[in-house]
């Protein structure tokens, strides 16, 4: 469900004509539907409420401010990745005591300002990390809570490159490890190691491998208890899918029904770090039709917006809908393009072999389901200037991220003295 529709062959981000959008603020243009993004944070927080779970928004998949404050004014909690990111979340307003922070490669400094500003856990993803956090717990004469991320060897059934409940990914730490780390707790006296964790994947359209990790990482929390080890938080993960192409992902009620019956016996506080799920579909890509191309083998449809925006495609393949902003009365997808972009990689597509309406230079298209790593992946490849965010709500416009200038791209950059001669 969005809030993206066509309304006299125009598409509208809720009550706006996109094309004013791109008409007023140029392209490539990310735009972002508020209450989409908000009516999806909302489903899942009813759909879980016999629970009351902590929803942690995963930052990673749109760390805009204002995307986060939104979330937070909700009622979100933030799982983040990065000191960046956990700027990020303070700037957004998110209290500390609702902010998990995950990543296999927490440095010293990442984990002591965290400390310093008493999230409420560190997922553990090495035995090395907890050592660490304890350390520098010591120093600063602080308990702090860490859960322990459990990789539970589960296929999710999803692409490789964001797969990560396996135990060939980097992620996590195996039961047979994790059973050690819980008998042995004393030994890290400065940690409360209170909470499990799991991850599995990310665009995940199943309930089954969720079902199949819940279940072995509840019998684990069984087989503890029964070793005098007591827990207070389970932290079952994100990666929901959204529907890009043909999927048909779970809805927020049906992954409810899969997994509650199974929660709602562990007696454990519920934590979510759902991302793609809420922000996914929020946002669209728009951008101008700069050439068609024809070549005796192959016809391009040459855009303004490349890899450096939108990566997802270049990096694994994903699946992005391509629509008109304005359907003409040719409007059937009758030919056959590449849509590509102007970056100098040939592997700087969105589509390849895509059937597309009839469309012409200086036209718009508009790349769907792009409110998920989308600009958060987006970059500065070929000295490119960042996209400008919009953020529309009703028949309201808000600008939540200037287009960046040629001034920004060099703006941290210095050239030494001795190359002036100096």
Do not use: W
Request: glycine share 8%; net charge positive; aromatic share 10%.
């Amino acid at each position: 469900m969005h809030e993206f529709k066509y309304i006299n062959n125009h598409l509208y981000c809720e009550q706006v004509k996109i094309e004013d959008l791109v008409k007023r603020f140029g392209t490539p243009l990310y735009v972002y539907s508020y209450h989409t993004l908000i009516g999806h944070f909302l489903k899942l927080r009813d759909a879980f409420k016999s629970v009351n779970p902590l929803i942690c928004y995963s930052v990673k998949a749109n760390s805009n401010l204002a995307i986060l404050k939104a979330l937070v004014d909700k009622g979100a909690g933030l799982d983040i990745v990065s000191g960046g990111e956990l700027f990020r979340a303070i700037k957004a307003g998110c209290p500390a005591e609702k902010i998990v922070y995950a990543s296999v490669g927490k440095t010293d400094k990442e984990i002591e300002e965290a400390i310093k500003k008493g999230i409420l856990f560190f997922n553990v993803e090495s035995t090395q990390e907890l050592e660490l956090i304890n350390k520098i717990a010591c120093r600063l004469a602080r308990k702090v809570r860490v859960a322990i991320r459990i990789n539970p060897d589960v296929e999710p059934k999803t692409h490789h490159y964001i797969t990560t409940g396996k135990l060939t990914n980097k992620f996590g730490i195996d039961f047979e490890t994790a059973r050690i780390i819980f008998l042995s707790g004393r030994e890290f006296p400065h940690l409360d190691i209170s909470c499990i964790h799991i991850h599995i994947g990310s665009q995940i359209t199943e309930s089954s491998p969720y079902v199949a990790a819940i279940k072995k990482v509840v019998s684990f929390i069984a087989e503890l208890r029964k070793r005098e080890v007591r827990l207070k938080y389970l932290n079952i993960g994100g990666g929901l899918g959204i529907v890009y192409d043909k999927e048909t992902p779970q809805t927020a009620d049906e992954f409810s029904k899969k997994v509650l019956p199974i929660l709602k016996n562990s007696g454990l506080k519920i934590i979510m770090e759902p991302g793609r799920f809420i922000a996914g579909n929020s946002g669209i890509l728009a951008t101008k039709i700069l050439y068609v191309k024809k070549t005796p083998l192959k016809k391009f449809i040459i855009v303004d917006g490349g890899m450096n925006d939108l990566v997802r495609p270049s990096l694994y393949g994903a699946y992005h809908d391509l629509l008109p902003l304005h359907k003409t009365g040719i409007h059937l997808r009758h030919t056959k393009y590449d849509i590509v972009g102007p970056i100098c990689e040939s592997g700087d597509f969105f589509a390849k072999d895509r059937y597309m309406p009839h469309v012409k230079e200086g036209e718009f298209l508009a790349v769907m389901s792009a409110g998920a790593y989308g600009f958060s992946m987006s970059s500065n490849y070929n000295s490119r200037r960042r996209a400008q965010e919009v953020l529309v709500a009703k028949d309201r416009i808000f600008v939540i991220r200037k287009r960046e200038s040629y001034a920004d791209l060099v703006r941290n950059e210095k050239i030494p003295p001795f190359l002036f001669g100096l």
